[in-house]
Each structure stands twice: as C-alpha cells, then as structure tokens.
C-alpha cells in the first residue's frame, strides 16, 4: 500500500504540467563577460547552450543583472540566458550623465547594439520595470528578432499605475527645481533603495529577502554621478506613459506569445496592469503570484515553473 501510495505521489509531481521537476536540468556554467557596444563596455551574464532558444532578460531599477542570479541557474539548463547590465548600471560603463543625459531610448540604442554585437539572431525577452521602456523599444527596433514576450512587472498600461504615481512621474518630468531634485536623489539613498524598493512589498516577512539585493545595488550607487544617472531617469520616466499607446498598439498587431508574471503585491506597478495587457493580446497567460515588485527575488522557483512550462508549448 505504501508502495503504491508513494507511486501515486511521484506520479502526480511529474505529470503536473507546471511542475518543475518534469523538466527542469541541471544548471549551466555562468559566464561573466563583456562586450563593446559604440565605445561603452556593456557587461551581462550569459550560461547555457546557444543552440537553446535564446531568452535575454532586462534588469529594474535599481539593481542589475545581478537580480536575476537565481533564475539563472534554474533555467539555463534548459535555455541560452543573456543578462546584461544597462548602460549606467552594475558593471557596465557609466559615462558622465552631465554631458551625456541618459533616458530610455539611450538605454534601448544601447541593448539594440549589445543583441546586434552578440549576434542574437532570435529571442524572448524577459522584462521588469525599468526593463519595459527598454524592451519595448527594442521589440520595435527589434520585431523581426523578438520569438516572445514575458513581462514580470514590467508595465505598459496606465491601469498598471495609482493616479498618485501618474502625477508624481508627470512632475518627476516636468518640475526642474532643486527640491524636487532633492527628492528624486533622495529616493537613490540607502533608506529609498532599502526601505522603500527591496523591503517595501515584504513588510513582516523581510527575512525572505536577500541583503545581497539591496547591498548590490548601493554599491553602484556610492558616488553623486551614479545617483545622478538614476534621476535623470526617473525624469525621463513619464516619456514611457506618453509612448504606452505606441506599445499597446504593437501588441495589437504583432501578437506575440506572451507570458504575464507578476507580483500582485506590489503597490507600484499594480496588477491591474498585468490584467490589462490582456486587452491587446487575449491568448496571454497570466499568472498573479503572492509575491511584490521584486517577484523574481522572493519566488524565483515559482517563475521559473511558469517560464519552463510557457517556452515548452513556444516551442513545441
């Protein structure tokens, strides 16, 4: 009875279509490396066979590449991952924000350059927060290139922002005074990117979150230019609502297989914006999951079920 009884057990994890074990390999050797992308050395992350489909995933502010370190290794035995670090961020250069503004689509020219300097033929992007305005811009340099879309809190859809968070990137973009800069360059600070990023969405559970996500990302924030390049694009912020209907309109008419995975606590990018991706590409799939803006750090296993599953029937 037992016998069976455990049998019945292995049967029920390994046929469940969102198991993990029903496909998940052992990982793959990451790669730390660089590339020259028009004179700036863009660093990324890279593991797993080229020869698997390729999925390069965009990093939020205000980390890195270095957010996505425990999906690497779940998936990569499965897939060819590429995780670079934006122009500004991580490892990557970061040239002087003073004579060189950085916005979205300086970020996007740069990461169009990065896939075109690897020779990245196809792939799927993966995309949060600040990975949005970027692959969103790059699937429209990009359509020919772009296999799939998974968007984990990566918003384009104003039901995705509180009107209180529309005013405030509308005034982030249009208010140039000194205390408004004060503001925005205080919220680059350890209380804004501990307190008010990493540990805002955990409150009561902050055990589950990694010092390795917030120390990281502070280390590339240690000097006034650093900080100053992540204001200047929180200013440059409100340009990605005013290119949403852009967005949704590329949905519309290019329909790519579309994998929604979001973190339903999270109070910045709001899950009715996930929901509403579903407006311009109905057959997505969605998945809310008890998790916040930073999902992919509190439920790495979780997403990595969802992506296994989502890539296997693409490529079927």
Known sequence: MK???????????????????????WPETTYYRNVNVDG??????EAGNPDNPTI????????????????????????????????????????????????FDLLADVMDGFVKALGIK??????????????????????????????QNGNAYLEGLTPPRQAFFKKAHEDTSP????????????????????????????EIMSPDSWTHALHFLETEQQRVIQVQLLQDYYNN?????KWQAFLREKQPPTL??????????????????LKDVPNAELHLIDAGHF?????????????????????K
């Open 3 to 25: 016998i069976i009884y455990k049998f019945l057990i292995l049967l029920t994890v390994f046929t469940s279509p969102l198991t993990f074990a029903e496909q998940a390999v």
């Open 179 to 206: 205390e408004m800069f004060k503001k925005l360059y205080d919220f680059t600070g350890v209380q804004g990117i501990k307190d008010k990023q990493y540990l805002r969405d955990v409150k009561g559970k902050e």
């Open 122 to 151: 196809h792939y799927t992007v993966y995309m949060q927060d600040f990975g949005a305005p970027v692959g969103f811009r790059l699937m429209m340099q990009q359509p020919e290139r772009i296999t799939a879309l998974i968007t």
């Open 241 to 245: 609502l005013l290119a949403y209907p």
């Open 56 to 103: 390069l995933f965009l990093h939020g502010y205000p980390s890195s590449s270095h957010m996505y370190r425990h999906l690497i290794p779940l998936l990569s035995g499965s897939f060819h991952i590429v995780v670079p670090d934006n122009l500004g961020s991580g490892y990557s250069d970061k040239p002087d924000p003073k004579k060189h503004p950085y916005t």
């Open 40 to 45: 700036n050395n863009i660093f990324y992350r």
């Open 295 to 315: 999902a992919m750090e509190e439920k790495p296993v979780e997403i990595a079920k969802y992506i296994m599953h989502f890539m296997k029937e693409l490529n």
């Open 260 to 277: 929604l995975v979001w973190g339903k606590n999270d109070p910045a990018f709001i899950s009715a914006g996930a929901e509403a991706y």
